[in-house]
């Protein structure tokens, strides 16, 4: 064992497990049982390489952090209900174990059930020391990433990455993706969001470790007020600066998405039940808007940035007015899983939109928000006929579309003239994660990150060539290997000239991909093209700015 890391018995045999049922007290003297915390103390575990003992949650505690929290505080959330349907719990259950060896050990569904036997307290503590087990070797394997300086050079000779796609036929349209930047580990912990201003020149990033940084390009001096930066060597080409241009603190849990005005206001919100007003012209809160529970959702008003949108785990939407501090409008959403896990405008502000945790999508209008329709996110039949939680809302550019994310591993377009389905999207996965998918600048395309470490794309219009297949059904995506963990934001940049422009003379066109991983790093992906022809690049970027 290497030093430092816990050395930890295997405690799943059925021998164990009886001695385990022998020296277990689940109930104190008085007979009242006891919490689940107070159960695992009575497990001890020892360092092999120091000799140190300690119990198992206080080894828990000495270990990175890397459960999925939001699904845990759903757990406890959704036990309280009554609905008498398990399989609503499935998604988030699943991702306490699943997330933890990033899909390299095997999956095992931890049963929501009521602890009441006395087998139930010696499968609580041989989870969590299976749990901390796992954790121990995969902190052995991972190692400091060297930082690649400067874009690595595009070359079409280059080796391939790794790819995979839902069809044979080709050309692709990212066949020739490449690598480009990296900047790895600017976040401690996983990256939950990444947002590109509605500019294209700056990229907020927020996850774990409590902090949003803002990489930026500096293409011209809009940022020229905000901070000096300093630039690298001239002959070093680079997409974003090694370090952020701004690094907010404030936040005590973690961050849980991310919205921009058009006047570079930032709002962050957490899972410390607040959100958080900041400006790029310095680091310091300008505001906290105080919520009940977990602030899953916040998007800023599309035509007037005095207002912004929260939706919490509490179950109701807030409409907020900025200078005065202070809830404008509010309502709530009905049923037992009202819990609000997705929230967005549409329609130029319109309608603001929530998803919810048993996979509905329910419309209010903005002006009064009143209850206007809603959207059963789930399959006609089949194992996908259950709601499950929707982890994103995105409008699509230029139609009137919305674009839905939900734990059942699929992506759905809905046209919002009839809510009819326009399209469901398949390939990817996603069981309990909070990724989300959304679109590129111009719509035509679609990109998700995935639980199987892979950044996924399809056509957001696909013509099959079979005339029998189905329209409304797309499996054909083009998937990239593109991380050593999950892939837990991937986006595209919302002004990519403004980045293809600086770094290649003759292909000024393209597409810029932005991903995130459960270990923090970031990459870029360039897909670039001439008149006549297409090209790749691809990068991996942090949190960083773009020297100018």
Avoid at 98 to 120: A, C, D, M, P, T
Avoid at 510 to 515: A, H, K, Q, R
């Amino acid at each position: 064992m290497d030093s430092g890391v816990p050395s930890i018995r295997d405690i799943s045999s059925s021998s164990t497990q009886n001695q385990l049922n022998q020296l277990l007290r689940i109930t104190t003297d008085s007979g009242k049982r006891l919490s689940d915390t107070d159960i695992l103390k009575q497990v001890k575990v020892k360092n092999l390489d120091t000799g140190e003992e300690m119990d198992l949650v206080e080894a828990e505690e000495q270990l990175p952090q890397s459960l999925n929290p939001l699904s845990l505080h759903i757990m406890r959330l959704t036990s309280e209900y009554s609905c008498g349907d398990q399989g609503l719990h499935d998604s988030d259950t699943e991702s306490m174990i699943s997330s933890v060896g990033s899909f390299e050990i095997g999956r095992k569904k931890k049963k929501n059930s009521v602890r009441k036997l006395f087998g139930s307290a010696v499968k609580i503590t041989t989870d969590v020391a299976k749990t901390i087990s796992v954790e121990a070797k995969r902190a052995t394997v991972l190692k400091p990433k060297e930082s690649k300086k400067g874009l690595i050079p595009i070359d079409v000779n280059d080796p391939p990455l790794k790819r995979m796609q839902g069809h044979k036929t080709g050309p692709t349209d990212f066949e020739h993706i490449q690598l480009a930047q990296e900047i790895p580990a600017q976040h401690i912990g996983p990256i939950w969001c990444m947002r590109f201003s509605l500019c294209g020149q700056l990229l907020a990033t927020a996850g774990q470790d409590k902090e949003k940084t803002s990489p930026t390009n500096s293409y011209d001096s809009v940022l020229a007020d905000v901070t000096a930066i300093k630039a690298p060597p001239s002959d070093q080409r680079v997409i974003f600066h090694e370090q952020p241009l701004c690094t907010y603190q404030g936040h005590t849990s973690d961050l849980l998405d991310v919205s921009w005005s058009k006047n570079y206001f930032i709002l962050t919100s957490s899972m410390d039940k607040t959100v958080r007003l900041w400006h790029i012209s310095g680091t310091q809160c300008l505001c906290i808007f105080q919520h009940i529970d977990f602030v899953t959702a916040l998007a800023f008003h599309p035509r007037n940035d005095q207002y912004f949108l929260s939706g919490s785990l509490d179950g109701k939407l807030r409409l907020w007015n900025i200078p005065d501090k202070k809830v404008t409008l509010w309502n709530e959403v009905p049923g037992n899983g009202r819990l609000i896990t997705a929230a967005n405008f549409i329609q130029n502000g319109k309608f603001a939109v929530v998803g919810t945790y048993d996979g509905r999508c329910v419309f209010y209008i903005t002006d009064q928000l009143k209850y206007h329709t809603m959207i059963n996110v789930r399959s006609a039949r089949g194992k996908n006929s259950r709601g499950r939680k929707v982890t994103g809302i995105e409008p699509m550019p230029g139609e009137d579309k919305i674009l839905v994310t939900s734990n059942d591993s699929r992506i759905r377009l809905y046209d919002l003239r009839d809510l009819s389905l326009s399209c469901k999207y398949k390939g990817y996965t996603n069981n309990s994660s909070q990724i989300r998918a959304s679109f590129s600048h111009d719509g035509k395309y679609i990109t998700c990150g995935s639980e199987n470490q892979c950044l996924y794309l399809w056509k957001t219009h696909y013509d099959p060539s079979n005339l029998t297949a189905r329209k409304d059904r797309n499996s054909f995506f083009e998937a990239i290997k593109a991380h050593n963990s999950v892939v837990t934001c991937s986006v595209f940049a919302s002004k990519p000239e403004r980045i293809t422009k600086e770094i290649d003379t003759d292909r000024k066109q393209g597409y810029v991909l932005v991903t995130g991983d459960y270990d923090g790093d970031i990459k870029i992906f360039l897909n670039l093209s001439t008149l006549s022809s297409t090209s790749s690049s691809t990068t991996t970027l942090t949190t960083s700015s773009v020297p100018k």
